[in-house]
T-cell receptor, first 113, second 114 residues
Framework: AAGVIQSPRHLIKEKRETATLKCYPI?????VYWYQQGPGQDPQFLIS???????DKGSIPDRFSAQQFSDYHSELNMSSLELGDSALYFC????????????FGAGTRLSVL | GDSVTQMEGPVTLSEEAFLTINCTYT??????LFWYVQYPGEGLQLLLK?????DKGSNKGFEATYRKETTSFHLEKGSVQVSDSAVYFC?????????????FGKGTRLHILP
């Protein structure tokens, strides 16, 4: 079965650079979520989209933005990167009717040097 | 706000031992409850779920029962294997507030010794 695809798997950037992370949800899923997991931490919710509209917003810095496109894939754009942005970024997708069951991608590991 | 509290690790057990990882939650609505597992260097995998009170989720020998009266969702396995070594996250998604983001506990690292 198709899963959530994230790219790239690994990304190395310098401070103050920008990064774009991509997420391709499971086909026919209508909701996409982004989470950030710092080293040794639990995943923290950043933002979600339902049917291409922003649905909910968590602890996402103003330097970050995200959108969902007409083909339902989503991109997380991160600007003015800081050392503290180094983390594993997960995308998850779900069907809104599925009582919160979200399927996670393998994540993008971002290292900011 | 909503939160999940789970026992701190690391938890170290011998192979074939009985496992319990405690998890309690606070929610204002009617949450669905989950256990996710993260193997070293990998992403999050849904291990099991329960969407209403008294539901029992089970998978790969792991079980957890949704106890509304004690707001708990403890994870159990009767006989652990070395391959179960991973970090386990208890989590909830609270639909009562139409807010379906997942809130995770801090995670419990499990080490199984051969």
């Amino acid at each position: 079965a198709a899963g959530v695809i994230q790219s790239p798997r690994h990304l190395i950037k310098e401070k103050r650079e920008t990064a774009t992370l991509k997420c391709y949800p499971i086909p026919r899923h209508d909701t996409v979520y982004w989470y950030q997991q710092g080293p040794g931490q639990d995943p923290q919710f950043l933002i979600s989209f339902y049917e291409k509209m922003q649905s909910d917003k968590g602890s996402i810095p103003d330097r970050f933005s995200a959108q969902q496109f007409s083909d339902y894939h989503s991109e997380l754009n991160m600007s003015s990167l800081e050392l503290g942005d180094s983390a594993l970024y997960f995308c998850a997708s779900s069907l809104r009717t599925a009582r919160g069951i979200q399927y996670f991608g393998a994540g993008t590991r971002l290292s900011v040097l | 706000g909503d939160s999940v509290t789970q026992m701190e690790g690391p938890v170290t057990l011998s192979e074939e031992a009985f496992l319990t990882i405690n998890c309690t939650y606070t929610a204002t609505g009617y949450p669905s409850l989950f256990w996710y597992v993260q193997y070293p260097g990998e992403g999050l995998q849904l291990l099991l779920k329960a969407t209403k009170a008294d539901d029992k989720g089970s998978n790969k020998g792991f079980e957890a029962t949704y106890r509304k009266e004690t707001t708990s969702f403890h994870l159990e396995k009767g006989s652990v294997q070395v391959s179960d070594s991973a970090v386990y996250f208890c989590a909830l998604s609270d639909h009562g507030n139409r807010d379906d983001k997942i809130i995770f506990g801090k995670g419990t690292r499990l080490h199984i010794l051969p």
